[in-house]
């Protein structure tokens, strides 16, 4: 006996997700993971903090129903609309689970199986998008379809969506909305058509909604088969504690709720969540910063010869200057600045840089300075 014959084939060969540096230095900036640059606000690292005492002991609310109650209010639907899951990932995660028959090994990727087959088995996304959707595919073992955006990371036309193979039916589609890592925005009439177009389960991801000019929320109350995806992760800086919903018709959400495990929101952050939703006059004026900043660094970037994206998002993506994009990030690196580079052909010329405090973004620009100057 091997170990490793224990072991399904596909777990055997499967690519994990690549998670971005968490780094053990201490002095280093970092804008590499798109986490929000300020703390929680004050009242709710007080609520967190006082809610650690005997209760600890105990189960947290299985359903978070307060906090379904109070994200039903703020979005104006009823707590049967939302599934609050372990991050926004967890959800993601769940959803192909439930919506997407798992592929016979043989047939993934052959031709063996009938149209319909196949397309229940199918998981699609545009590319590039968030590079968890292709591992939750994996790992589902179902029949996987990326969709190239066009060059500018636009969402193509109704006949060049088709030529390039996106299927209207497939069983699970995932739509990052504004887009990652290109920071691209759409329009919500734009989301609408393909909505409406879906025969299968939409899923418009909008981790970063809270720094882009509209959101797609509507959307998930007027189609049975959509669903809306929020995080506080990004924009409510709670990446720590895992917390995020989706927003869709009762049905999809029972679906879901089935098949989750009984506690899998944590108690603290259910009540960092609750907390949060107190507060949100402290995260909007956080949000304007962040735009603001953003707005300054793109500024500086272009004037020192990036070419930078328009970005509806907490990040930029920028195509430096004069040396190779990883070679940029290993001279940041150098700095003490962290940036994200993917190692994507459709991609490999950019930097994903998230916006930080103007502390910051002051040591980042001064490095660019210094790496130009040679
Ligand atoms: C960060 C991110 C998520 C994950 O959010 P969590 O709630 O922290 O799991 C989901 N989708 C996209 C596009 C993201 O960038």
């Known amino acids: 006996m091997t170990l490793r014959n224990l072991i ?29 640059p300020w703390p929680p606000s004050p009242k709710v690292l007080k609520a967190m903090r006082d809610a650690v005492d ?61 149209r319909q087959a196949r397309l229940r088995s199918t998981i699609q996304w545009f590319h590039p998008s968030y590079s968890l959707y292709p591992v939750l595919s994996g790992i589902h073992g179902a029949i996987a379809n ?39 925005g759409y329009s919500t009439s734009e989301l609408d058509r393909l909505c409406r177009d879906a025969k299968g389960i939409l899923i418009l991801d909008e981790a970063y909604v809270d720094f882009a000019e509209e959101s797609a929320e509507s959307l998930a109350l007027k189609h049975p088969h959509v669903i809306v995806s929020r995080t506080f992760s990004k924009s409510y ?15 999809v959400i029972d679906a879901l709720d089935r098949i989750r ?15 949060t939703l107190e507060d949100l006059k402290y995260y909007q004026a956080n949000f304007k910063r962040i735009k603001m900043l953003r707005r300054e660094t793109a500024e500086k970037l272009t004037l020192s010869g990036f070419t930078v994206l328009p970005s509806q998002t ?20 150098d ?24 502390k910051e973004m002051s040591a980042f620009q001064a490095a660019v300075k210094k790496i130009l100057a040679g």
């Open 314 to 333: 907490n990040f930029l993506f920028v195509r430096p200057p004069r040396f190779a994009a990883k070679t940029w990030q290993l001279k940041l690196r």
């Open 261 to 275: 495990d009984s506690y899998n929101v944590n108690g603290l952050a259910q009540v960092g969540a609750m907390a």
């Open 146 to 184: 990326p969709v190239p955006l066009d060059e500018d990371f636009g969402i193509p036309a109704k006949t060049e969506l088709r030529r390039r193979g996106w299927q209207h039916a497939a069983a699970l589609s995932y739509v990052t909305t504004p887009n990652a890592p290109g920071g691209r």
């Open 54 to 114: 005997e209760r600890l002991r105990k189960y947290p609310n299985p359903t978070a129903q307060v906090l379904r109650e109070k994200l039903a209010r703020l979005h104006g639907c009823d707590p049967e609309n939302i599934i609050i899951g372990n991050g926004s990932d967890e959800l993601l995660a769940l959803a192909t689970r439930a919506f997407v028959e798992p592929a016979p090994a043989i047939a993934r990727g052959a031709k063996d199986l009938s």
């Open 237 to 251: 800086s709670l990446c720590f504690q895992r917390i995020g919903y989706f927003i869709a018709h009762p049905e």
């Open 335 to 358: 700095r003490k600045i962290i940036v994200r580079w993917f190692d994507i052909p459709e991609v490999k010329d950019y930097l994903r840089v998230t916006i930080g405090t103007p």
């Open 8 to 36: 399904r084939p596909l777990v055997r060969k499967l690519h994990a997700y690549v998670p971005g540096e968490q780094p053990k230095v201490r002095n280093l900036v970092k804008l590499n993971t798109n986490e929000n």
